[in-house]
């Protein structure tokens, strides 16, 4: 079992950036397609973006496309999301999601953090 810490995130304007890192225990984090979900109060939880084991794919809801990025680094534990062009849409509890047994983390087979929450102000 992977144990996740995320952090990066805070309270910006529209239009800013914030970059949500997720930094992972254990040795098989490549083992991992990470990803990363948002939750906005009174809503369910849902998919932003996710990365194969290697880095190689990449998947973005459609409401960050562009303007969202994701990535890893296998040799410190960490998965990022770099967020730019922020709006008061995005403003959520994120969450960083580990899944050995799917290319895309599921929500019902993924180790969790605990949240970072986005407040993004008009």
């Known amino acids: 079992q992977v144990q996740l810490v995320e952090s990066g995130g805070g309270l910006v304007q529209a239009g800013g950036s914030l970059r949500l890192s997720c930094a992972a225990s254990g040795r098989t984090f490549s083992r991992y397609a990470m990803g990363w979900f948002r939750q906005a109060p009174g809503k369910g939880r849902e998919f932003v973006a996710a990365v194969s084991w290697t880095g190689g794919s990449t998947y973005y809801a459609d409401s960050v496309k562009g303007r969202f990025t994701i990535s890893r680094d296998n040799a410190k534990n960490t998965v990022y999301l770099q967020m730019n062009s922020l709006i008061p849409e995005d403003t959520a509890v994120y969450y960083c999601?580990?899944?050995?047994?799917?290319?895309?983390?599921?929500?019902?087979?993924?180790?969790w953090g605990q949240g970072t929450q986005v407040t993004v102000s008009s």
């Open positions: 999601a580990a899944d050995r047994s799917s290319v895309v983390p599921r929500i019902a087979s993924s180790s």
